[in-house]
Structure formats: structure tokens, C-alpha cells
């Protein structure tokens, strides 16, 4: 079995043979190490190009510049109203792929323009196993995946961007806000804020993962890893009283903790 540093070897390979490539960069551990990656590979042939978006956290946004800063690669933001999308908005039960195809039709459409003849994107070797409707809008735009093509696991991503000292190295899951609505439950702008400011409050207490799951206009799920239960319960009031401040009438602490996709398909 190859071991993680004979894959990097393999993902730069893969992508030196492009020639050049636009790659999706959200900031998050997946797309850091590509770019890192497409950077030695390419050099001035790699452009990292971030969208812009309602789905997306500022806090995202400006991790993603600096990061871009730091590794000394051209970056192009794209404003990008996802939820302008046919059918996004809706929420339905593929609105993951309806999302995908349309950020992911902007970058192809901007990377084209820009004379890169490819775009890559951060899916790894993980996400083959787990429900990831918009793995069809990759595929059908002709978006190349490195990190999956390389065989490399998440752990294997950690573990090679901490030895690049990659400040995401162990960055928290993330995924973007429209995920926090159960499925056929209308997405909002304003409901898309009130999820961002109380998971940054939340952030702010010093939670290493939380997901505020929105049910109707009144109810907010908290989940958070159950080792960090108890500054949840120390905080209950102030949280309480914050997030219904925010708008929502009642707020609930998951007792089954933290589940990374735990709305998928929901």
C-alpha cells in the first residue's frame, strides 16, 4: 500500500500533466492541500478561485484570502448568488448537485476565459463512500479530482498538511450553510444569516464543532461534539438568549451530539 507521501508524489504528478489548471478553493482542509499542491506542480499555471456566496461563512472568505497570500497564489473571487439558482432555493432533495453545477459552472466558465484548459476540485478518497449528490455535477462539467484520483484519505490529507504546516491541517468539517435545512424546507437569506451569526457565536465560546440545524422559522438544533456538552450546558442561558434573539423561538442541544451529513436527504 502506498503510503501518504508516495500519493502526494502521485497527486503532483497528476498534476503536472495538466499543463495548467483553475483550482476550487473554499479554504477548507481538502481544497488547501490541492492548491498547495497545484502551486509547486504548476507554479503561474494554477489560479485558486473562490466563490462568493450566501451559502459560504465570511469568516470562510477571508481564511481562503490569506491563505492564498500565505502559499503566493493568484486568487479570483467570484460573486456567486446560489441561491438565484433554478430550484435551489427550494431545497430539494438534489438541490446539493443543483448548487454544485451552478458554482461550479462559474468556475469552469471563469477558468476558460482565463486560458486554464482545466478545473480541479478538493472530493478525496473518503467521499466515494458517503452520500455526495454533487459528485454528478463534477463529473458532468469534466472537473478533475486530484486528491481522489491519488487515492488520498483524509486522514492522509491531515497528515501531509501538517507537515507543509498548513494552518487547515486540523480544521474542522465543514459544510456549506444551506445544509442546516431539512430537505424541502425553503432556504432564505435571512435564514442563511441567522445560522451563520449563531454558529459564529457558538464558534466563539470555543466550540470546535457546531451545526445549527434549523427546523421551520422557530426551532434551532444545536449539535456539537459530545466531549464539549458540558460548556454548552455551562453557557445555556446566554446561548438561549442570544439565538432567540437572532429570531428563533425555541433552541434545542442535539443530545445525540455532532453527525457530520446528519441532514442528507432529510
Known amino acids: 500500500m502506498a503510503s501518504a507521501t508516495e500519493k502526494y508524489e502521485g497527486l503532483l504528478n497528476i498534476l503536472r500533466a495538466l499543463g495548467g489548471a483553475a483550482a476550487a478553493f473554499s479554504g477548507g482542509v481538502d481544497s488547501a492541500l490541492l492548491l498547495a499542491a497545484a502551486k509547486e506542480a504548476l507554479g503561474e499555471r494554477c489560479l485558486a478561485v473562490t466563490a462568493i456566496s450566501p451559502f459560504f461563512p465570511a469568516r470562510e472568505a477571508a481564511e481562503a484570502r490569506e491563505l492564498c497570500r500565505r502559499l503566493g497564489a493568484a486568487q479570483l473571487e467570484l460573486e456567486?448568488?446560489?441561491?438565484?439558482?433554478?430550484?435551489?432555493?427550494?431545497n430539494p432533495k438534489d438541490r446539493?448537485?443543483?448548487?454544485?453545477?451552478?458554482?461550479?459552472?462559474?468556475?469552469?466558465?471563469a477558468a476558460a476565459a482565463r486560458g486554464f484548459p482545466y478545473v480541479v476540485e478538493g472530493s478525496n478518497?473518503?467521499?466515494?463512500?458517503?452520500?455526495?449528490?454533487?459528485?454528478?455535477?463534477?463529473?458532468?462539467?469534466?472537473v478533475r479530482s486530484p486528491l481522489l484520483e491519488a487515492g488520498l484519505h483524509?486522514?492522509?490529507?491531515?497528515?501531509?498538511?501538517?507537515?507543509?504546516?498548513?494552518?487547515?491541517?486540523?480544521?474542522?468539517?465543514?459544510?456549506c450553510l444551506a445544509s442546516r435545512f431539512p430537505t424541502g424546507?425553503?432556504?432564505?437569506?435571512?435564514?442563511?444569516?441567522?445560522?451563520?451569526a449563531a454558529e459564529e457565536y457558538l464558534r466563539g465560546l470555543g466550540l470546535t464543532q457546531r451545526r445549527v440545524?434549523?427546523?421551520?422559522?422557530?426551532?434551532?438544533?444545536?449539535?456539537?461534539?459530545?466531549?464539549e456538552f458540558p460548556l454548552l450546558a455551562?453557557?445555556?442561558?446566554?446561548?438561549?438568549?442570544?439565538?432567540?434573539?437572532?429570531?428563533?423561538?425555541?433552541?434545542?442541544?442535539?443530545?445525540?451530539g455532532y453527525r457530520m451529513g446528519n441532514m442528507n436527504g432529510k
Open 96 to 109: 446539493c448537485y443543483l448548487c454544485k453545477r451552478a458554482l461550479l459552472g462559474a468556475v469552469c466558465a
Open 80 to 90: 456567486i448568488d446560489t441561491l438565484a439558482a433554478p430550484g435551489v432555493a427550494e
Open 125 to 142: 478518497a473518503d467521499d466515494a463512500l458517503d452520500y455526495r449528490p454533487g459528485a454528478r455535477a463534477v463529473k458532468e462539467l469534466g
Open 213 to 227: 440545524r434549523v427546523h421551520g422559522a422557530l426551532l434551532a438544533r444545536i449539535e456539537a461534539l459530545p466531549e
Open 234 to 256: 455551562g453557557r445555556a442561558r446566554e446561548i438561549d438568549e442570544y439565538l432567540k434573539s437572532l429570531g428563533f423561538r425555541y433552541v434545542a442541544m442535539d443530545l445525540g
Open 185 to 196: 424546507e425553503a432556504i432564505t437569506p435571512e435564514g442563511l444569516r441567522r445560522v451563520e
Open 154 to 175: 483524509k486522514a492522509e490529507i491531515r497528515e501531509l498538511s501538517r507537515a507543509r504546516g498548513l494552518p487547515t491541517a486540523d480544521k474542522p468539517a465543514l459544510a
